[in-house]
């Protein structure tokens, strides 16, 4: 029991992680919309997304040719359920996370596509 506790936290261990999970508690979002607010490598940004899926924070969900990302609110697991509500309050008045929300009202996985078929 333990171990899976450790597990969990540090699942949380990396800022970039919990960036993503404070974007998807505005939105579903797939690889690319994530890797375009992020400025990370999607092969960066998948591997933060397996370490969050596996820790039970997120689940994932076919959208025609994407795969949309979102928050696991039936986890099951007192835990996450426990550290979601924390994670809804905190760090909403840091920069970082301030300027995430302000990227992602503008970010569009059409224009995405678009601009890397360019």
Known sequence: MLKKQADIFKSLSDPNRIRILKMLQMKSMCVCEITEILGLAASTVSQHLTVLKKAGFIVDSKNGKW??????????????????????????????????????????????????DR
């Open 67 to 116: 795969i949309d990302y979102s928050l696991n609110m039936n986890s099951g697991v007192p835990e996450i359920a426990s550290l979601m509500t924390a994670l809804h309050y905190m760090l909403e008045g840091d920069e970082k996370i301030k300027k995430d929300k302000l990227k992602l009202a503008k970010v569009n996985r059409l224009e995405i596509v678009k601009k890397s």
